[in-house]
């Protein structure tokens, strides 16, 4: 997800300098060095700027409203304009259009319970409480579609059925890029699935990008 170290493929790399090149583009728009940008910020090594714009790295989310500041732009199209380099599968089922437009109303099933806000989530402890609940309430709705864990890895072509486990039992994240495949394997929506997990794994951003929700 948003927040979670991704394992680098060749299509993260990639997408990792595109935004790195951005990056570039709106520091030098505001008319700011790496090390000017760097000072700006408080960071010591000015280094990460450089590694920042060359792909090595992503601009952490608990400093968005400080890049924003810096780069005079809102905080959300700060998020927005990364969001399609660091999560593009979230971002296309954030924003496809009409939320539902690709689930079959019977296919519609109840938003998760709210997750808890920033102030709740500030350690592990209540980070894994989060996502819990959220893996309690996936493993909820396989249950009700009569799939064992077994089932669902299957149907996800994952060849280790401990994920599915681990991700109901809120130890683990879901894997990357399987977001629509475990919506649709559940019959629940994608949009709302991916709301869950970003608010979930980083609501930080979340707050950012759905302000009206806090």
């Known amino acids: 997800m948003y927040a979670s170290s991704q394992r680098i493929t060749d299509d993260t790399a990639e997408l990792r300098r595109q935004a790195g090149n951005w990056h570039k ?5 505001v008319g700011l060095t790496q090390r000017e940008m760097a000072t700006a910020l408080a960071i010591k090594k000015w280094t990460f700027i450089s590694q920042l714009e060359t792909g090595a790295c992503r601009v952490p989310s608990t400093r968005y409203e400080d890049w924003a500041r810096i780069l005079e732009m809102p905080v ?3 998020a927005l304009s990364l969001m399609p380099f660091y999560d593009p599968e979230s971002y296309n089922l954030l924003f496809p259009g009409e939320p539902d ?9 109840p938003a998760p319970k709210p997750m808890p806000r920033n102030e709740e989530i500030t350690d592990r402890k209540a980070e894994h409480r989060a996502r819990k609940e959220l893996g309690t309430w996936l493993a909820d709705r396989r249950k009700l579609l009569k799939m064992t864990q077994v089932d669902l890895a299957a149907k996800l072509g994952i060849p280790e059925p401990i994920r599915v486990s681990l991700v109901e039992n809120g130890h683990d994240r879901m894997p990357l890029g399987y977001t629509k495949a475990w919506a649709w394997a ?5 949009h709302y699935l991916a709301r869950a997990l970003l608010r979930v794994n980083d609501p930080l951003i979340f707050d950012v990008i759905f302000p009206d929700e806090i």
């Open 101 to 109: 437009a690709d689930v079959e109303p019977e296919h519609k099933a």
């Open 76 to 78: 959300r199209d700060l």
């Open 25 to 29: 583009e709106q520091r030098e728009r």
């Open 186 to 190: 559940l019959k629940i929506s994608p």
